[in-house]
Every structure is written in structure tokens, then in C-alpha cells.
């Protein structure tokens, strides 16, 4: 079966019997279109022609260009369901992808609030008599003043709180 076909074939499997959203097949199909053109540049004509030492070379050239490691992962998981799915409807004898690893992600830092602009956010007139506005500056000065997470924040009982 040509290339283009098992993936036009794998794309509606996704949609028509996985369900997936129109935005997730897009995905697949841009990462799969990118895995095809790789093959194309390799002179492979049929699926059952990669290995994992080529795709590992597939990867390798997408991390030098500067694609994110989020990127590349979704690229190999993209790639893994193909390969499973090839397997499974007797196209390959084996997914190539088992075992490529995608590098690691950067892992960012949560964005924080300069201490000018916590101040200006709790300076804010609040109406003393609403219990909604005391119970939300009490939350902010809470994570400010402690470091909670906000899922911490949230997640406190009452009877966890030393008022004293």
C-alpha cells in the first residue's frame, strides 16, 4: 500500500472509529506528512523500509532545527500510534518507533508578579462589608505571603487553619 494511503487510512481510523477531534487529526497528519517526507529523503518508498536507527536520525535532525522537545514528542507519539496501527492491519512486522526516546522538554518556571504589582493588585478598595472580596484578598495575601500553590490554597479545610 502506498505511503499516502496507509496514512489517509490510519487518519480516518482516528476520526471515524477513535473519535478524535478535527484539531488532533491535523496534528497527526502534519506530523506524519513531516515522517513521510523524511522517508522520501531517505529513497524509502514503504513503510516496512524504516528502522529505528533512521528515525532516530529523523529525530535528531528536528531537534538541530530548533523544534521544541514538546514538539518532537508529540511527533514520536504521533509516529508510535501509526506504526501500532500498521502492525495491527498487517502492513509492517514490527513499529520502528518502540524505543526512540524524543529529548527532554525545558522545563519553564511559573511567571510570578513583581512585588509593584502585588501591591497595587492587594491595594485595591475592597468593600468590607462583602464577604466574597474579604475571602478573595485573604486567599491572595495567603500565596503571597506563604508560597502555596494555588491547588494547595484551594484544597485547605478550615479546621487546617491555625487563626490564633
Not at 497595587?120 to 508560597?147: C, W
Amino acid at each position: 500500500m502506498p505511503m499516502q494511503t496507509s496514512i489517509k487510512s490510519f487518519l480516518d481510523y482516528l476520526q471515524l472509529e477513535r473519535r478524535l477531534s478535527n484539531h488532533t487529526v491535523i496534528n497527526y497528519q502534519r506530523d506524519l506528512n513531516r515522517l513521510q517526507q523524511f522517508c522520501y529523503d531517505q529513497d524509502l518508498t514503504d513503510w516496512s523500509q524504516l528502522k529505528s536507527k533512521q528515525l532516530k536520525l529523523c529525530v535528531a535532525r528536528m531537534h538541530r532545527t530548533g523544534l521544541s522537545g514538546k514538539t518532537i514528542q508529540r511527533f514520536l507519539s504521533a509516529t508510535r500510534s501509526f506504526f501500532k496501527y500498521l502492525v495491527r492491519e498487517n502492513q509492517i512486522r514490527a513499529n520502528p518507533a518502540i524505543g526512540v526516546v524524543a529529548p527532554k522538554s525545558d522545563k519553564r518556571l511559573p511567571k510570578t508578579l513583581s512585588v509593584d504589582q502585588l501591591g497595587s493588585l492587594l491595594d485595591v478598595k475592597i468593600n468590607s462589608d462583602d464577604p466574597l472580596q474579604l475571602r478573595d484578598l485573604a486567599m491572595f495575601e495567603l500565596l503571597y505571603s506563604s508560597g502555596l500553590r494555588l491547588s494547595e490554597l484551594t484544597g485547605l479545610k478550615l479546621e487546617q487553619l491555625d487563626l490564633a
